[in-house]
Each structure stands twice: as C-alpha cells, then as structure tokens.
C-alpha cells in the first residue's frame, strides 16, 4: 500500500494567514493526488484533485502543488470558513490510502 | 444536482452484518464517467477507503476488508450497498458514500452527509 502523511498533524493561523500542508507518499506517483477539507458532522468536501486542479466552486485561495512524493495545499489568505482537517489521498494504486489529516485551527 | 444519501442500521451486534444503502438522487448511477464508493472514519482517526462499484457491477475492494465486504449496485433502484459481515468494535464508524469521478484523476467529488455506525452487544 501507498502509505501517506502529512505534516504538521495540526497547525494554528490567524485568519488572513497563508498556509501550507505537506502530504509525503512512500511510493513516487504523478497527478493521482486529492485534497479534501473535513468539518465535524459534515460530507468531507473535495478542493483539489490532479495535484493542483480545483474543481468548480472552489475558491482561487486554495491551490495545490507537488508531484513525485511531495505535495502540497496552500490556503491563501485564511478565512474563518477554512478552519477544519484536510486530507490528502491518492488514487494512482489501490487500496486508495489518506494522510492522517491536519487539523487548521485558529490562533 | 446529484446528491448521495446513505441509510441503514444505527447499531449493529458484534459478528453480524452492516448494511447499508446509498440512494443516488439529481443524476443516474448507470453513468459510464463515475464509479461509487464507501468510505469510513472511526471515531478520531482518518478516512479508510473501503471500496468502489461500477454500474455493470464490477468492483474493487480494500484487501484488509476484502474477505468480509461486498459492495454491490440496483441501477433500477439508483442505488448501490455496502454489506460488512462478522462485525467488531473495530468496525464502529461513520460511513460515508461518495462518487468516484474518473475526469477527476479518481477523485471523490460527490460525498453523503454520512451515517454513524455502532457495533455493540
């Protein structure tokens, strides 16, 4: 399996703060990298999917980079609304594995 | 808009059988372009990817849950199931359904509200 992690495991900003999540895979992979933001009691909603695609309907603040083993999510300019666990997840090799999470919270 | 909509049992006995359901609704389960998923969150940890259905039935399956799941689709329902036999403790989560978009480089882009499932005597 395709084991994922992402640092930090929990991160606290300021609205109006810029901020990046790293997502580390064990195997090197191209474009088969989604990020996903989670709020409690609520459908996890999908930002990026092809490493650095945003779906439509979701703000220009969020972008996503990376490829190989290294990704990224960077949220541009926090904004209250943003603060939640974000998960990355690949789908280039089943089983389809997530990172554990990061959980964004306010300062 | 399409919408997903799991329901099933609440509680369920340790050593029986979940089973769920999720209800398509705003667009057709038969399209070529999406396969269906099960996802699942125990309580304070991450998303498991359970498995995916395509709409002629073929599926893909988790091997750590392959020897107790299946995972199957009623197009004339526009619905697909997700059945886990032989329950623990272990199994206690919030299950979601999602579709699985494949112009998406397989990205969950539709997801249930999710359904809270617990295994207890």
């Known amino acids: 399996d395709i084991q994922m992690t992402q640092s930090p495991s929990s991160l606290a900003a300021s609205v109006g703060d810029s901020v990046t999540i790293t997502c580390r895979a064990s195997q090197s992979f191209r474009n088969y990298l989604s990020w996903y933001q989670h709020k409690p009691g609520k459908a996890p909603k999908l930002l990026i999917y092809?490493?650095?695609s945003l779906p439509r309907g979701v703000p220009s603040r969020f972008s996503g980079g990376g490829s190989g083993t290294d990704f990224t999510l960077t949220i541009s300019s926090l904004q209250p609304e943003d603060f939640a666990t974000y998960y990355c997840q690949q789908s280039h090799t089943m089983p389809y594995t997530f990172g554990q999470g990061t959980k964004l919270e306010i300062k | 808009q399409l919408q997903l909509q799991e329901s099933g049992p609440g509680l369920v006995k340790p050593s029986e059988t979940l089973s769920l359901t999720c209800t398509v609704s705003?667009?057709?389960?038969?399209?070529?372009?999406?396969?269906w998923g099960w996802i699942r969150q125990p309580p304070g940890k991450g998303l498991e990817w359970i498995g995916n259905?395509?709409?002629?039935?073929?599926?893909d399956y988790n091997p750590s849950l392959k020897s107790r799941v299946t995972i199957s689709v009623d197009t004339s329902k526009n619905h697909f199931s997700l059945k886990v036999t032989y329950v623990t403790a272990a199994d206690t989560a919030v299950y979601y359904c999602a579709r699985l978009e494949s112009g998406y480089y397989d990205a969950f882009d539709v997801w249930g509200p999710g359904t809270m499932v617990t295994i207890s005597s």
């Open positions: 705003g667009g057709s389960i038969s399209s070529s372009s999406h396969y």
């Open positions: 259905v395509y709409y002629n039935g073929v599926t």
């Open positions: 092809a490493a650095s």
